[in-house]
């Protein structure tokens, strides 16, 4: 029996409603694989805890998660707190104390789901963003000086570092040579911003050279959502600024029919602390409690985890009973459905049980 403990924070919004319906899923593949034990600790931090305590998570928190062999992450944000604090309080510190440098988000259109591109296919659209997730535009170097008066000045620093940059983009080289197509595309701003951006774009040119087999090209950020949107089949591996992939991986999900089927990993490469998985969608306050969130993206982003974790069977399983569910027409309404977050789940859950693949 192979074991692993898994740090669940649910967190706010719809984020308990999709982590509950995964790790229900997950129970249940458990049983099928019968050689697999995912045992988990939810942890209520979030804004609920901040109302209560003043911060999003407790003072030791990382180290209450060092011992973890993942995070099961859901989502941050209410309407009532600002949205710098709970990012700042809770999924940050998280990523960033963890050096959780690769931020890697899957997308593709899955079978039953219709993208909003017109003539546009399952074959026609089958991305993975890697996203640098420790520097850059989200470093959080800066400050506001003279605060209320007239010259009141705020800075955002964007910081690129020789070896956060170097280590990122051989991640997506080695992601890349390691997908059929072997082609990578670097997203860049070095025609306006001179310094920082040059010095990825170099760094690209350097590491390139570690990968004969893999074709690559560099686009602009603002020309890339122009392919994206219009030549979708000329993508395949992609690799952008902490703010950049930010941007163009929600154009991604929503490309490929909605945000609410678009997962994420936060992967720390060297293993030396838990990975971060969670679903692109956010709170989604506007649904929460109304049962229709749309859990896919919890189940894919768990078939990361299970993957990252080694477990590629089970991950390769989840993945098929997903495709199978949303085949079947069995979507919740974001996607043109009308199932239930807990009907989906339950769809899911009779797939892993009643298929022999």
Known sequence: MREYSIAAIPADGIGPEVIAAGQTVLANLEMRLGDVKLTFKNFTWGSDYYRKHGVMMPSDGLEQLK?????????????????????????????QGFDQYANVRPTKILPGITSPLRNCGADDLDWVIVRENSEGEYSGHGGR???????????????????????????????????????????????????????????????????????????????????????????????????????????????????GVAPTANIDPERRFPSMFEPIHGSAFDIAGKGIANPVAAFWTAAQMLDHLGEREGSSR????????????????????????????????????????
């Open 318 to 357: 989840l993945m098929r009973a997903v495709e199978r569910v949303t085949g079947a027409g069995i979507l919740t309404p974001d996607v043109g459905g009308s199932a239930t977050t807990l009907e989906v789940a339950e769809a899911v859950c009779d797939a892993l049980h009643s298929s022999n693949f």
């Open 67 to 95: 011992k973890f062999d993942a995070i099961y992450f859901g989502a941050v944000g209410a309407p009532d707190v600002p949205d710098h604090v709970t990012l700042w309080g809770l999924r940050l510190p998280i990523c």
């Open 145 to 259: 000086a003279h605060r209320g008066l007239p010259e009141e000045v705020g800075t955002e620093v964007a910081i690129f570092t020789r070896v956060g940059v170097t280590r990122i983009m051989r991640y997506a080289f080695r992601l890349a040579q390691s997908r059929p197509r072997k082609l990578l595309t670097v997203v860049t701003k070095s025609n306006a911003q001179r310094h920082g951006m040059v010095l990825w774009d170099e760094i690209a040119s350097e590491v390139a050279e570690e990968f004969p087999e893999v074709t690559w090209d560099k686009m602009l950020v603002d020309a890339m959502t122009v392919r994206m949107t219009l030549k979708p089949r000329s993508l395949d591996t992609i690799v952008a600024t902490n703010l950049h992939a930010d941007i163009l991986s929600d154009l991604a999900g929503a490309l490929a029919g909605s945000l």
